[in-house]
């Protein structure tokens, strides 16, 4: 089975047993390719989605029929959809792969039943709900007062702190993310973004490769992201 899933993933954050338990349900499956839907919003579906290989973005509608916006992206060792498996009600958000993708698809019954039997992954399960309502309220406060260079250099350092291959202080982040999606989740225009990263690349804070950003400078990120 895949392992060395990132520390602040569902499956990085369970001891070994309780790991292994929760990889025994469901059924294996493979998502060939890019833009398949898992998931709609507001469908009434109930399975969540356990990630063991490849990268999912979330996705909501705007008022108005205007584009998507990004709300987040997931990788291996994330669920998805667990909200409406666990209360039943319609999906909040569209899931779709952005390349091949290797799964556990866990049905409502299965989630509702580990939670009750296991305190492992009932925490565990808990503790990612928690992060990413934390993480949603954090981006409309903090970003409401906020520039567009802190905006850009929190989303960069939160993806790297939690996806992000780390050595001391330097972090190799392989994202699926165009520069459209990384406006999206800025809450900025993709020309303000540009500049931004321009700016890291020309101090020395970030290096950019074909879908790849290397923060070289942890430290300087974060106090450009926080102060």
Not at 78 to 85: L, M, T
Not at 215 to 227: C, E, N, P
Request: charged share 25%; net charge positive; proline share 5%.
């Amino acid at each position: 089975m895949i392992g060395d899933w990132p520390a602040g993933s569902l499956l990085g954050t369970l001891p070994n047993a309780a790991r292994d338990r929760l990889l025994q349900r469901g059924s294996l499956v493979r998502y060939p390719g890019p833009g398949k839907i898992l998931f709609r919003e507001g469908d009434k579906s109930r399975f969540a989605v356990l990630i063991l290989r490849g990268i999912i973005k979330v996705t909501a509608s705007t008022p108005g029929g205007g584009p998507d916006v990004l709300l987040a992206i997931r990788m291996r060792g994330d669920v998805v959809g667990e909200f409406a498996a666990i209360d039943a009600l319609p999906r909040s958000a569209t899931v779709s792969t952005c390349g091949t993708v290797m799964a556990r698809v866990i049905k409502s019954e299965d989630i509702i039943d580990c939670i009750r039997r296991d305190p492992d992954i009932s925490h565990a399960v808990s503790s990612a709900i928690a992060a990413k309502m934390r993480v949603a309220t954090a981006r409309r406060v903090d970003f409401s007062g906020s520039n567009v260079p802190t905006r850009v250099a929190r989303v960069l350092l939160q993806l790297a702190e939690v996806y992000g291959d780390t050595e001391s202080n330097r972090a190799v982040l392989k994202s699926p993310l165009t520069q459209p999606e990384m406006a999206s989740l800025a809450l900025a225009s993709q020309p303000a973004v540009q500049r931004v990263l321009r700016d890291l690349r020309e101090h020395g804070v970030v290096s950019t490769g074909y879908r790849s950003i290397t923060v070289t400078d942890l430290g300087r990120l974060r106090k450009i992201a926080y102060g």
